[in-house]
């Protein structure tokens, strides 16, 4: 519907609403938890004010930047602004990352443009795959891309150069997250694969989906990957590095079946909660503060 809206996770009150694409929001991030520890402090130092910063990607091609803080007399209550809105796409956005160095999107163009976010030019534009690109990851200076012709790509940012190709997934790829040394990869092949990045290696390959793997994330230090499908589930699993940097292993905690009614678009966790979205227009948070087996459910 072209909005973007800010919930509040544990009331599921609507903090804000906001217009700025002319097409479908299909990919965001933003880095203010306004709940989160440390805000009050940020708050008495600015003023009475918890500021913040957002990028999003539309099918209208292109990339809004927003300034983000708190509104009305209600704390929690968040409104945003468009600094500047990036042009420089020729297809579809449908996928952001950002650190506090870069902004860096991907699209159906095939194309990824990596911004300066200070400046919010474009510092580097990079070619390189045969199809859409879907998915980016953004790490310590490095890009690493995932496309629809079925492979994924490593790029220094300074440089421009390709670092590595990593191959293996039967079909397109659909959702990557990068963390550390660790790549995680979902596919059309309804397979999820973890590689490591500094060398190229397939580390394990998780099977379990029937339907395309469309979301990730993955928290290297707990072990704890989820991953969300097509095929209307959630699943958790676990993986433990091998000693000396082998292989290591992975398996399945707990699978969610048909907590939507239609496909799963995005997926996030935070220790003690999932939460997924869907083409059904429904938030789902799984809470299992006490153990993943006794998750409660809240929509």
Request: some cysteine.
């Amino acid at each position: 519907d072209t909005t973007i809206k800010v919930w509040a996770l544990n009331s599921g009150k609507l903090l804000g609403s906001f217009e700025g694409h002319r097409g479908s929001v299909l990919c965001l991030k933003f880095e203010r938890d306004w709940d989160r520890h440390g805000v009050d402090k940020e708050r008495e130092a600015d003023g009475g004010r918890v500021r913040g910063f957002m990028v999003s990607g539309s099918s209208d091609c292109t990339v809004c930047v927003w300034d983000l803080g708190e509104a009305g007399d209600e704390v929690g209550e968040v409104r945003a602004t468009v600094r500047k809105v990036l042009r420089d796409h020729s297809g579809g956005v449908v996928d952001l990352r950002m650190d506090d160095q870069w902004v860096v999107s991907c699209a159906k163009d095939g194309l990824i443009n990596v911004y300066c976010r200070r400046t919010l030019t474009r510092f580097r534009a990079i070619h390189g795959h045969e199809g859409s690109v879907n998915a980016v990851g953004l790490e310590r200076g490095r890009v690493v891309s995932a496309s629809r012709d079925g492979t994924m790509m490593l790029w220094d940012i300074e440089s421009g150069e390709r670092l590595r190709l990593f191959e293996g997934h039967e079909r397109g790829m659909a959702c990557i997250e990068f963390k550390d040394d660790l790549i995680l990869s979902g596919s059309n092949d309804c397979t999820v694969k973890l590689w490591r990045a500094s060398t190229g290696e397939c580390l394990h390959t998780f099977v379990g989906h029937t339907l395309l793997v469309r979301a990730l994330y993955f928290e290297p230090r707990s072990g704890y990957i989820v991953s969300a499908s097509y095929d209307r589930s959630v699943r958790v699993w676990e993986w433990k590095e091998g000693e000396g940097g082998g292989n290591g292993t992975g398996r399945p905690v707990r699978v969610f079946k048909n907590l939507h009614a239609s496909h799963i678009f995005d997926v996030r966790f935070d220790v003690g909660k999932i939460v997924s979205t869907s083409h059904d227009q429904r938030i789902v948070v799984l809470d299992f503060t006490y153990g993943i087996d006794g998750a409660e459910l809240f929509v």
